[in-house]
Nanobody, 121 residues
Framework: QVQLVESGGGLVQPGGSLRLSCAASGSIFSINAMGWYRQAPGKQRELVAVITSGGSTNYAGSVQGRFAISSDNAKNTVYLQMNSLKPEDTAVYYC???????????????WGQGTQVTVSS
């Protein structure tokens, strides 16, 4: 009922920047929060950043000061601006939306397909 389409991943040199986008569509009723997770090979999926419908944000310590999450509520889209990228940031990045859908009372999570970010010289 809800589909998330990610874009913006790619290969970048250390110190470079990328901006990820994630657009949600479908039977969205009300959004509680949107965010980004990442998973590197052999590692567990970890939270990168979240933003609530009210605009408050939270970041993983490893990306604090380098990444910025933002959203366009009218477009149901969340962004992740990534600056000063490090090789350790290499991972598949997944967006997630916590939202109610039409006719459903509870908030539920919906996930994007993932986009590869590779930081390498």
């Amino acid at each position: 009922q809800v589909q998330l389409v990610e874009s913006g991943g790619g290969l970048v040199q250390p110190g470079g920047s990328l901006r990820l986008s994630c657009a949600a569509s479908g039977s969205i009723f009300s959004i509680n929060a949107m965010g980004w997770y990442r998973q590197a090979p052999g590692k567990q999926r970890e939270l990168v950043a979240v933003i609530t419908s009210g605009g408050s944000t939270n970041y993983a310590g490893s990306v604090q000061g380098r990444f910025a999450i933002s959203s366009d509520n009218a477009k149901n889209t969340v962004y992740l601006q990534m600056n000063s990228l490090k090789p350790e940031d290499t991972a598949v990045y997944y967006c997630v939306i916590n939202t109610r859908t039409m006719g459903v009372l509870n908030y539920r999570d919906f996930w994007g397909q993932g986009t590869q970010v590779t930081v390498s010289s």
